[in-house]
T-cell receptor
């Protein structure tokens, strides 16, 4: 069965600093990988996704993520964080074997210091 | 495109009452998902429909919970009777991908219904 681990429950960074949120997945073949963001009181919004090809994918709001097969990771990065990036971030994985099912990680809550 | 529309946004009800949550998926999306989000358990998949047919309801916590999708543009999640431990945010999501197909598009989520059972 596929699974997703986000090791960091909370992360605090200063505004303008760089950010990396970790995501590790467990799945035998190449998965389909996603990052979602949830602002307070809102639903989840898709930031970016990876299916194949270039392992560095660009998303909305200046985010990017890199797929590393050898490490089973799909970490989310942003070079300079803005106060509006404070939110909860979810990594998710899907696969052909699981049909149309996304499996979500537990989420990482990002706080931004002024 | 109005996105996935959920109603109501907030619901406060007394224990024992019936609660019905509603969802209108994006037109043309043939997969629909109901999730529950709590601080303790995070995001939990309750049930998944494809072409209006329930495919996987293994996440439905107990018989008090039921979900229907009478047509492609409407789904309901009902709790009867409701209990305080059902308090959570309930999300509906839809996807254009069908059963067995890779979920390339990801899901589009609604804004959720915050349910409080007192």
């Amino acid at each position: 069965a596929q699974s997703v681990t986000q090791p960091d429950i909370h992360i605090t960074v200063s505004e303008g600093a760089s950010l990396e949120l970790r995501c590790n997945y467990s799945y035998g073949a190449t998965p389909y990988l996603f990052w979602y963001v949830q602002s307070p009181g809102q639903g989840l919004q898709l930031l970016l996704k990876y299916f194949s090809g270039d392992t560095l994918v660009q998303g909305i709001k200046g985010f990017e993520a890199e797929f590393k097969r050898s490490q089973s990771s799909f970490n989310l990065r942003k070079p300079s964080v803005h106060w509006s990036d404070a939110a909860e971030y979810f990594c998710a994985v899907a696969s052909n074997n699981a049909g149309n099912m996304l499996t979500f990680g537990g989420g990482t809550r990002l706080m931004v210091k002024p | 495109d109005a996105g996935v529309i959920q109603s109501p946004r907030h619901e406060v009800t007394e224990m024992g009452q019936e609660v019905t949550l509603r969802c209108k998926p994006i037109s043309g999306h043939n997969s629909l998902f109901w999730y529950r989000q709590t601080m303790m358990r995070g995001l939990e998949l309750l049930i998944y429909f494809n072409n209006n047919v329930p495919i996987d309801d293994s996440g439905m916590p107990e018989d008090r919970f039921s979900a229907k999708m009478p047509n492609a543009s409407f789904s309901t999640l009902k709790i009867q009777p409701s209990e305080p431990r059902d308090s959570a945010v309930y999300f509906c999501a839809s996807s254009p991908s069908g059963q067995g197909a890779p979920v390339r598009g990801g899901y589009t989520f609604g804004s959720g219904t915050r349910l409080t059972v007192v």
